[in-house]
């Protein structure tokens, strides 16, 4: 008599799982899109080098132009003269313009503090300075970090 307790039964080969393969790349795919959407989401965009002068500001401008409409070398020195113009005469306005927003930012600073208490003066100030570089426009005549006098 032999003995068969050593022989196990014939089993038919595995065939591949596609389950857990699909699984594990939607779940690869899956978590790479809310990483790339949490990456845009919390770095800062990098911003591109802003004009500082009229010059500068008016080139820039007659670029745009010339990429959106084409134009001649005889057209470009017409519209850099004319945007340059304009560039000028809107910095005069925004520059005027700053100044009645400071008056009205600093009117409501005052207020602020007569309704505000002492443990809440600090943190409103610091919300005041984060407020003023968001609604005013950076100065064209001097570096933005300078304070203005006056």
Do not use: C
């Not at 959407?37 to 132009?65: C, D, F, H, Q, S």
């Not at 600093?106 to 407020?131: A, C, G, H, I």
């Amino acid at each position: 008599m032999t003995d068969h307790s050593h022989h196990h039964p014939l089993v038919p080969p595995r065939r591949l799982q596609w389950a857990p393969l699909v699984s594990a790349i939607i779940t690869f795919l899956a978590g790479a899109v809310i990483g790339a959407g949490l990456y845009k989401w919390l770095v800062p965009p990098v911003e591109r080098a802003r004009p500082k002068t009229n010059e500068e500001r008016a080139e820039r401008w007659m670029r745009e132009i010339d990429d959106r409409v084409g134009l001649t070398r005889e057209q470009e020195d017409k519209v850099r003269r004319l945007t340059l113009s304009a560039t000028r005469e809107y910095q005069e306005i925004r520059n005027s313009w700053r100044v009645d927003i400071e008056r009205v930012m600093l009117t409501f600073q005052n207020q602020m503090q007569l309704v505000l208490t002492s443990e809440q003066k600090p943190k409103f100030d610091e919300y005041y300075r984060e407020l003023l570089e968001r609604w005013l426009p950076k100065p064209t005549t001097q570096p933005a970090t300078q304070p203005r006098d006056g």
